[in-house]
């Protein structure tokens, strides 16, 4: 969790969750683009990207590196 390795990489995962979830309501509105509520889409995209770093760092040195993820990012060798 203390390398920049592992921020970089939960970083990325955070500006991912964030456009997702931003998407995900906004394609869900039923009454237009222009009449979505913004401040509602904005801030459930904002949480779940709380929630992303959370899950970063609850996963940090549980997985084989310092990474944010449960699973080695290494290629499987054969």
């Given amino acids: 969790m203390w390398s920049s ?8 995962r ?3 969750t964030f456009a997702q979830t931003l998407i995900t309501v906004l394609g ?5 683009l222009l009449n979505v509520g913004w ?5 459930v995209a904002a949480l779940a990207t709380v929630l992303s770093l959370l ?6 040195g ?3 590196d310092d990474g944010p993820s449960l699973v080695s990012t290494e ?3 054969e």
């Fill in 5 to 12: 390795s592992f921020w970089r990489q939960s970083l990325e």
């Fill in 14 to 16: 955070m500006a991912k």
């Fill in 28 to 32: 869900t509105s039923t009454t237009g």
């Fill in 39 to 43: 401040k509602q889409a904005l801030s």
């Fill in 55 to 60: 899950t970063s760092i609850v996963s940090s």
């Fill in 62 to 64: 549980v997985g084989p």
């Fill in 75 to 77: 290629p499987a060798t």
